[in-house]
């Protein structure tokens, strides 16, 4: 039998980049634990000319032709805010979806892979949408239930193709799950009361009427407090200010906390519902009628994921963190949440992995980044 052969085509005309915007649409379209982003959003995220990534990112979008039909995408980054950072010439794949079939995966991957090369890069790392700042890794178990609000999902013989073609381990990102109905442990309740005095740190909520304000000392905060991850890159304030308008709907401002110490902010965490169980509902769309559905299943969000919490290096290991773990948990249980999500947290982070296991978390899911020579 004749094989059948794959075109890869780079994403210049109109009728591409709407095939490679849609294309994720049709292919999850039976999966029941795919979350449809929002179709402008989307768009946004993957235009050049309107995300700010791209001011210090170059990209090249790849689409996979089989048959006549669309059977995958794939995205070439350049970070070069990270390679300036990591002193690396590191290229990235992401955007990343493809049928079951290696002939169409391996086409992908290698376009990304030759046209990182051909822009002097030594490696390609992923996957990651646009960047780790966003959505980022494999999901590589729990495939029957859905993705909280900004993490990835994918089908199980994504790894096989990804390895397959050469790409191995870097490292893993983590998931806990903890059920609210858990108590918090007597010690870790007492050593946070003690260290909120002995410390002097005083924890308010994020105030919404000054909300730039806030947005600025948070942004100072975090560009400090995970300056020595793995992987991370500084957000310049574009990106932030991005990020922080694309959630300012969504934070309740009981679940975001910045902690103070002599009223200059040190540490804070931001916990938000988890949106996607409203959205798993939407296919994409807010009308006609997706912002009636939006308003409806967003009563009956039970699930919050802690995104982020971080203490500025001058106050890391004083365990600043317990103070926000403890509110935090306090607030979620006032507001009848049955649970959260802790993610990403790296599986190098021993710290956090600590504190994950302390609050009674457990490793319920698991996202891989992937990395090889070019």
Known sequence: MEKTSVEIRPVIEKKDWNEFVRFPYRHYRSNPHWVPPLLQDQKVLLDPQKHPFYKHADSRFFIALKDGKTAGRIAALIDYKHNEFHDEKMGFFGFFDSSEDFDVAEGLLSAAKEWVKEKGMTALRGPVNPSQNEDCGCLMDAYDSPPVLMMTYNPPYYPGLFERFGLKKAVDLWAYFIESR???????????????????VTVRKVDMKRFDDEVEKIKTVYNDAWSKNWGFVPMTDEEFDHLAKNLKSVIVPDLGLIAEIDGRPVAFSLTLPDMNQALIHLNGRLLPFGLLKLLWFQRQIDVVRIITLGVVREHQKKGIDSILYLDTWRYALQKGYRGGEMSWILETNTMMNRAAEMLGGKVYKTYRMYQMNV
């Open 182 to 200: 858990q108590k918090l442990p007597d010690k870790l309740v007492r050593v946070a009361e003690m260290l909120r005095k002995k410390e002097r």
